[in-house]
C-alpha cells in the first residue's frame, strides 16, 4: 500500500505526495498502461493519455477511465485521474497527440504547456479587468457631470 507524507501545519494536516513502495511498483508496472514507475511518479504510456483524454471528451469520468484500465485507485491515489487527465487535455489542445506522445517528466512538453496556457488565462483576466475598469471610470464620469451640472 502507498504512504501518503503528511505535514502538520497551524492549520491542521495537509496531505502531500503519494510514495510507492517496491511493491507499490511492481503491482503499477504489470499495468501495459505504465511505462515508469518511481517512488514519486508514475509515467503513463503515450496511447493510454491519447485514450483517456478522447475518452473525457466523450464524455466519460476521468475515475471511470482510470478504473476501466486496471488502475487502484486506493494504490494511485483518488485524484490522480483528475490531475493527469487536466494535464493531459491542455497538452493535447495545444499540440494535438503528438504532444501526449512527446510529453513526459523529463521533457518540458506539460510544463510549457501549462504555463502557456496558464500565461493565456492571466491575459483574458487582465483583459477582462481592463474591461470592467474602463466601464467603471466612464460610469463615474457621468456621475460626477451629473453631480455637477445640479
Known amino acids: 500500500m502507498s504512504i501518503m507524507k503528511l505535514l502538520i501545519t497551524g492549520g491542521g494536516i495537509l496531505v502531500s505526495n503519494i ?15 505504465v511505462e515508469k514507475v518511481t517512488d514519486r ?18 464524455g466519460k469520468k476521468p475515475r471511470q477511465i482510470f478504473i476501466d484500465n486496471g488502475f487502484n ?42 504555463r502557456e496556457s496558464s ?7 487582465a483583459e477582462a479587468k481592463i474591461k470592467f475598469l474602463e466601464a467603471e471610470n466612464e460610469l463615474l464620469k457621468k456621475i460626477r457631470e451629473k453631480e455637477r451640472g445640479r
Do not use: M
Not at 510514495?19 to 504489470?30: A, G, T
Not at 511518479?41 to 466523450?58: M, N, Q
Open 41 to 58: 511518479y508514475i509515467s503513463y504510456h503515450p496511447d493510454f493519455k491519447i485514450r483517456a483524454v478522447k475518452e473525457y471528451l466523450s
Open 119 to 125: 500565461i493565456e488565462d492571466k491575459l483574458k483576466k
Open 73 to 114: 485507485l486506493q494504490l494511485i491515489g483518488d485524484d490522480k485521474p483528475f490531475v493527469c487527465i487536466k494535464r493531459w487535455r491542455i497538452v493535447f489542445k495545444q499540440r494535438g497527440e503528438e504532444g501526449l506522445r512527446e510529453e513526459g517528466r523529463n521533457t518540458k512538453g506539460t510544463r510549457l504547456a501549462l
Open 19 to 33: 510514495f510507492y513502495s517496491e511493491s507499490d511498483q511492481h503491482i503499477l508496472l504489470r499495468n501495459p498502461n
